[in-house]
């Protein structure tokens, strides 16, 4: 029996289990972001700016959990 559930963003949600697509969604845009940071050694703000966009990025996916779709 398949369930219906959607990712829903939830403040308390941090500790609860992130769904696994969004799991990679995080873990993709933080390695995104210090690949380019690599790339970019002689632009230190640059590589700044891609390090904090990458962990805010992983940190946001972390709050969404699956609930339910009550129809």
Known sequence: MQTNKRPRLKFKGYFEPTPKRLRVLGDSI????????GLNIEHP?????CGIAGAVGKFITNFF??????D
Not at 45 to 49: D, G, R, S, T
């Open 30 to 37: 933080a390695a995104a972001s210090l690949f380019v940071a």
């Open 45 to 49: 703000k640059l590589m700044l700016a």
């Open 65 to 70: 959990t699956d609930e339910k779709e009550s």
